[in-house]
T-cell receptor, first 116, second 113 residues
Framework: GDSVTQTEGPVTVSESESLIINCTYSATSIAYPNLFWYVRYPGEGLQLLLKVITAGQKGSSRGFEATYNKETTSFHLQKASVQESDSAVYYCALGDHGGTGSKLSFGKGAKLTVSP | EAAVTQSPRSKVAVTGGKVTLSCHQTNNHDYMYWYRQDTGHGLRLIHYSYVADSTEKGDIPDGYKASRPSQENFSLILELASLSQTAVYFC????????????FGAGTRLSVL
């Protein structure tokens, strides 16, 4: 089936250090996978951080970046310098084109704690 | 601002009892979803709906029913709650054209004792 494997938390990083959260996917039933990073801040629901629907492209938002690599089936999330406000749970997700019956497959989530 | 609100935010239920989780969205979105998350698992899809008065089974529908009486409201019903249904439940909505950009509620923490 379709699945996502990602770095599992907790991940602890000091403020201003770099971050990478790994994500690999397996898309057996999706011809053209779309890839997503969602983030859940404390007390809130998940929200879309970034998405990329074309292999080889890079998505970016709030200083985070992720490149859709079809060859390695990866979509790692990176940030050059994290802030305390980035502390949250990060979920990698895999989906199709988004039509009727479309659904996302989520990773387990990685809890990031940024220490001051 | 898109808004999905879930109620209650937390609940303690007894085994064998009936539990109803409610979700209301003001996004005017067609699609609505119910996911659950357990420790050590990603979000798993229970039921979803793409039009009022119709629901579809997701990946793990057993033990759950869903109801979509209007575009704005989507409920998840546990007729006979069991210990294994202890989890955090998330409701989400999306527009038909948004390519899987989901808007989530804050979640309901359900403990079945």
């Amino acid at each position: 089936g379709d699945s996502v494997t990602q770095t599992e938390g907790p991940v602890t990083v000091s403020e201003s250090e770099s971050l990478i959260i790994n994500c690999t996917y397996s898309a057996t039933s999706i011809a053209y996978p779309n890839l997503f990073w969602y983030v859940r801040y404390p007390g809130e629901g998940l929200q879309l951080l970034l998405k990329v629907i074309t292999a080889g492209q890079k998505g970016s938002s709030r200083g985070f970046e992720a490149t859709y690599n079809k060859e390695t089936t990866s979509f790692h999330l990176q940030k050059a310098s994290v802030q305390e406000s980035d502390s949250a749970v990060y979920y990698c997700a895999l989906g199709d084109h988004g039509g009727t019956g479309s659904k996302l497959s989520f990773g387990k989530g990685a809890k990031l704690t940024v220490s001051p | 601002e898109a808004a999905v609100t879930q109620s209650p935010r937390s609940k303690v239920a007894v085994t064998g009892g009936k539990v109803t989780l409610s979700c209301h969205q003001t996004n005017n979105h067609d699609y609505m979803y119910w996911y659950r998350q357990d420790t050590g698992h990603g979000l798993r899809l229970i039921h979803y709906s793409y039009v009022a008065d119709s629901t579809e089974k997701g990946d793990i529908p057993d033990g759950y029913k869903a109801s979509r009486p209007s575009q704005e409201n989507f409920s998840l019903i546990l007729e006979l709650a069991s210990l294994s249904q202890t989890a955090v439940y998330f409701c989400a909505s999306r527009d038909w054209a948004s390519q899987n950009t989901l808007y989530f509620g804050a979640g309901t923490r359900l403990s079945v004792l």
